[in-house]
């Protein structure tokens, strides 16, 4: 499996030294429509808090697959525009308030005290996407006109590339079940050195490289998927709100009871990210299919006991 990749360039005269980033990673798989068909979207959230913008020219954020710009939905003016899911996605007691500028959205504490600032992005302007033959670099222009506190971006990713960061085992004889168990393996790699390109290596070195700290995954899956382990050790879940979160992802998904499985690092400078789900399988298409070929069981069964039942009769 590839690895994703996030790293900055220092403005001009800055020396390009390690920074700490904060990073938010929520990888979604939703059933589509608000009855919960069997159609899944697959999405990726990256949120990236920088403390010091004022001496970094870009963020760079590499996905080991081609995508275009139609994949890249800017999360800041979400919360610009519903300013209630800022202490809904942070899990923090926040105040919002909206800059003169509308560019920001500035997000205090109960002392009125700014903790930072969340960028609205413009897809058109602010966003270059530079392809590689080994993928494509999401480059994000740092915002200079923020000249106090940390500053906070936030982009979703809706790519088929998504979906292949985690794969389905049916059991081998799953034709023959009307439900079956499947299990599921989720392989998320960040900064995974040995799983990046050799160029793309000394891009990021020459550039500047970031120390996660710190850094959280969270993988949201239906309630009747059962977490069976982990590479690293679960740090918590809990059940999203319904109605507050169904805001958040869009009114097109059913949205029923949905677990986030949450994983944190203190201090790292990679993520690996190693996930096993387990889960029953059981609709329309298994149960037809299983009714199916227990019919065809059936008629060969009773074709071949008829053929039998004859040689036998002949040979007395």
């Not at 994703?4 to 800055?14: D, Q, S």
Request: aromatic letters at 12%.
């Amino acid at each position: 499996m590839d690895s994703f990749a996030l790293w900055y360039k220092p403005k001009t005269g800055i020396d390009n030294k390690i920074i700490d980033v904060e990073v938010h990673l929520n990888l979604w798989k939703l059933k589509h429509g608000r009855k919960g068909g069997e159609s899944l979207d697959h999405f990726l959230d990256i949120g990236v808090m920088i403390e010091d913008i004022e001496k970094v020219s870009n963020v760079n954020i590499f996905i080991p697959s081609r995508i275009n710009k139609g994949e890249i939905i800017d999360l800041g003016s979400y919360f610009q525009e519903h300013t209630d899911l800022v202490p809904l996605v942070f899990n923090r007691d926040y105040v919002v308030k909206t800059t003169q500028t509308g560019k920001s959205v500035e997000v205090l504490n109960r002392d009125n005290e700014l903790q930072f600032n969340i960028i609205k992005l413009d897809t058109d302007t602010d966003l270059e996407i530079i392809e590689r033959a080994y993928g494509s670099i999401i480059r994000i222009a740092a915002d200079d006109t923020i000249n106090k506190g940390k500053t906070y971006y936030r982009i979703r990713i809706k790519s088929g590339f998504i979906e292949s960061l985690s794969s389905i085992d049916k059991p081998a004889n799953a034709i023959l079940e009307s439900a079956f168990a499947c299990t599921e393996i989720v392989d998320f790699r960040l900064n995974e050195k040995r799983n990046l390109h050799s160029s793309l290596l000394n891009e990021i070195y020459k550039d500047g490289e970031v120390n996660f700290k710190p850094i959280h995954l969270l993988v949201m899956r239906e309630v009747d998927f059962d977490y069976i382990f982990s590479s690293g050790k679960l740090y918590r879940s809990r059940v999203l709100e319904k109605d507050s979160w169904a805001q958040y992802v869009g009114s097109n998904y059913s949205f029923r009871k949905i677990i986030a499985y949450q994983w944190m690092e203190e201090s790292s400078k990679t993520l690996y990210a190693f996930v096993k789900f387990r889960f029953r399988r059981s609709n329309r298409r298994t149960i037809c299919s299983f009714l199916l070929w227990a019919l065809l069981v059936a008629i060969v069964g009773g074709v071949i006991g008829s053929i039998l039942v004859s040689i036998f009769i002949r040979l007395i």
